[in-house]
């Protein structure tokens, strides 16, 4: 079958597909997605280098699979990748004409059994090889989990007449949403590799550019969520619906919802603040056995990334490396504080000669500020040790860059101060700044996975 009519089928299938009503709205949905790595192109290395989407085709008959394969239709093309199921808008989607990509294509698509894919091919003329299982497209499931707020706390002066209550009466709760994503949802209760939920900084910078970390976990389950105020969850502009405490009461929704029992946990910057917290507390009533504590899930490992002990420790230490980059840049140009915060980010931020494409995105799309309230505890926020009563933390990897400007002062609290035993591991990724896990992925992915799979019968 020409190819001009293989799409025509594709875009028909797709229409049909649309118009499908879903049987149950409140489900979360599954979706197929190229693996979070693939999204990521760097400036630096030959474009030919680079992953480009490109469709992806309906399933074929074995006379179309015949005419796809049986052919020496080779030409110039590089490499390819397959597309994802739905196209969103905006997606600079990319078909070749090139008869040798097209067929490639159409060889790579068979191989995985009517699935779209990413493959790639080192020399010009040569078919794409046999996909391996990190080639393959990684299988997601979205969601959402209801958590509610109370807007305005109603102060009420000694001898005053008090308002009527609202006309709907109630508690003058508010619903909103949290939405999630799970990679390889299907190993969720897996035993033998404890899923992992990782935890995005910010606060409010969306979890996408956290996602490329579900590479470095093929054999887990791998749970990202966007806090309230941010990402594809519900964005409130009232200030006085966030903080600390109220994202830790979030975060145990969500472990309700998914009913989640046992999990490595992983924070990003603030993200590593909010998984200590919510370790400390879950610590506190296990050691005074609250009422629940026992439903509490386990926590085998916790991975802090680029978080620090002390905000002001971390603000003196930024204005200490800020220092020299000041005085060097602003007596050159009279301009000289633009330069000096981009200079500032390509030292001690991320070192890469461009930023990468999850990232960027996810600071575009940056939520509500609310940590820069002049109220914000964050801004004075210092760890403590669990108290004497409380059980044991778990077992911590304390990870950080290099030349982050989170640096090694700013994290040798946690082992000296903080931690309520030994079994803490410290570890800094050469050549990184604040996101190296997106910088050093490979150091990065060593690093995590292997100290998850140490603790997963922990």
Known sequence: MPIADLIAEYDKAKAAAASIEPGNKQQPKRISKMPPNASMNFVGGDVDDFLLPTKAFPPLDDDDEAAATGGDAVGKGKGSVGGVEEEEE???????????????????????????????TAERGVPSPPLTEEEREYECEEGTVEVKRCPRKRRIRSGS??????????????????????????????????????????????????????????????????????GESSIPSDVGLYGLSKSIEDLESLLVSLKLKRFHLLGHSFGGTLAFEYCKRIAERKGREDVGWRDDPEVPSLTLCDTFTSAKLCDAERERLLGPIASRFEEEDEDGVGIVGDEFWRRHECRLPSVPSVLEDAMRDWGVPWHEKPSSPLSSYAASSPSRWASDLPPALILRGEYDFVTEECVQGWREHVWNHTDITEETLEGCAHYPHLEDQEAFGVAVAGFCMERDHY
């Open 90 to 120: 905006g997606d600079a989607t990319i078909l070749s004409d090139s008869p040798r990509t097209v067929a490639a294509d159409l060889e790579a698509f068979l191989l995985c059994g009517g699935r779209s894919v990413v493959s790639t």
């Open 161 to 230: 007449i008090c308002s009527p209550p609202s006309k709907g009466g109630g508690d003058g709760m508010k619903s909103y949403k949290l939405a999630y994503r799970i990679y390889r949802p299907e190993l969720l209760g897996s035993t033998e590799r404890v899923p992992m939920l990782a935890l995005h900084g910010g606060p409010s910078l969306p979890s996408q550019y956290l996602h490329p970390i579900a590479h470095h976990f093929p054999d887990r389950s791998v749970i990202f969520y966007d806090q309230l105020g941010c």
